[in-house]
Structures are given as C-alpha cells and as structure tokens.
C-alpha cells in the first residue's frame, strides 16, 4: 500500500533552517509529484510547491521563492523539504502529498496519499 | 495567490444535507476541472474526498458529492453522520503549475 512517511518533529531557532523527509513506499517513486503543504497551528492549508521526482524539477509558491529548496534522493525514494531564514510564523505542520496523476499532469492534479505531518516549532 | 473562499463553518442535523461553497476567480476554479476536496480531522492528515470537481476516489462514501458552476464549487454531504464532523478544504489548479487552497470549513453535526 502506498506510504509517506515524515521524519520528526524539529524546534528551531529564528534564522535557522530545518529539512524535513518524506519517505514514499509502495508505488514507484519516480512516477508521481510529491508536493508539500503547511499548516500553521489552527489555520487553513497553505500550499509550498512541488517536486518532480524524476527530473528533480521545482516549483514554488512565490510565498515562499527564495526561502525553499525541494530536493530528492531517487536510491531511497525519498523527498525533502528545506525551509531557511526561519521566522516565528513558521511554525506549523509540513506535510507531504502526492500527486494523483502519474502522468505529471498538471503536476499531480490532485493529492491522494499524505504523510503524518511533521510540527516545526521556530522558538527562541 | 488568494486563498479560495469558503464559509467558516456548517452545521446540520444527523440525516440531513449540507453544502460546502468554494469560490475562486476564472483563473484558477472557473478555468479548469480540477477542484478537489479534503476532509481532516484534528491533529489528522488532509484524506482526499474528491478530485476533478466532481469524481469520488475508491472508498470514499458515495454520501459525499462535489459540483462546479463557474467559478465556485460545491461539497455536498447527505446524510449526515457524526462521522463526517471536521475540517474541509477546497484545492484547486491555479495555472503555472501552482495550486491554492480554501479558507476551510467546519462541518458541526448538531
């Protein structure tokens, strides 16, 4: 059955970065987009962008250009997420989706399988 | 990239129905058939209820319905059940590869 699973909590500091991974399983890696979603605490779903598992292409909010990078390491079916410049506001759940076409249509189209959620906590 | 808009919260008797409006501009819902749907639960993962405005993925109640007219959609829940209590938010392609979600709605089952 398809799985995303999400590495764990993290409590950062103002400034600072934090990576997050989201290990897929099974469905082939490289055949569907894996997008990433946040939501701050009681606030609706915010949506960060996307990768492209096979090419490694990205595309981001534009919230969030030049603060995101969106990686992959196709050898453990694995996408990460890296948020940088960390402020208070960051503080949130990140999910990772995946993307329902496997086509790359439209970049997905839709998600339809979802990791646990990751909490970052951005503190001093 | 505006969020859609959604009303804050919904409520309805056990049994009876409720709808859900989502409402965006001709750039993103009015534009393409790719309105989806997500229910969560607190402290849940978003669960996909429907995709391309109007199609059920495998496993989701037949309860749970969605349309398009223009540039808003709908959610439809009949027969409510107490199940069906949490958050829903609206997705939709918003061009350039991009997606934006709506404000959420609150279902109460009285």
Not at chain 1, 2 to 23: D, I, Y
Not at chain 1, 63 to 72: A, S
Not at chain 1, 94 to 115: E, K, L, P, T, V
């Amino acid at each position: 059955q398809v799985q995303l699973v999400q590495s764990g909590a993290e409590v950062k500091k103002p400034g600072a970065s934090v990576k997050v991974s989201c290990k897929a399983s099974g469905y082939t890696f490289t055949g569907y987009y894996i997008h990433w979603v946040r939501q701050a605490p009681g606030q609706r779903l915010e949506w960060m962008g996307w990768i492209n598992p096979n090419s490694g292409g990205t595309n981001y909010a534009q919230k969030f250009q030049g603060r995101v990078t969106m990686t992959k390491d196709t050898s453990i079916s694995t996408a990460y997420m890296e948020l940088s410049s960390l402020r208070s506001d960051d503080t949130a759940v990140y999910f990772c989706a995946r993307g329902g076409y496997n086509s790359g249509w439209y970049a997905g189209g839709f998600f339809d399988y979802w990791g646990q959620g990751t909490l970052v906590t951005v503190s001093s | 990239q505006s969020a859609l808009t959604q009303p804050a919260s919904v409520s309805g008797s056990p049994g009876q129905s409720i709808t859900i409006s989502c409402t965006g501009t001709s750039s993103d819902v009015g534009s393409f058939n790719l309105v989806s749907w997500y229910q969560q639960h607190p402290g849940k993962a978003p669960k996909l209820m429907i995709y391309e405005d109007s199609k059920r993925p495998s496993g989701v109640s037949n309860r749970f319905s969605g349309s398009k007219s223009g540039n808003t959609a709908s959610l439809t829940i009949s027969g409510l059940q107490a199940e069906d209590e949490a958050d829903y938010y609206c997705c939709s392609y918003a061009g350039s590869s991009t997606y934006v979600f709506g404000t959420g709605t609150t279902v109460t089952v009285l």
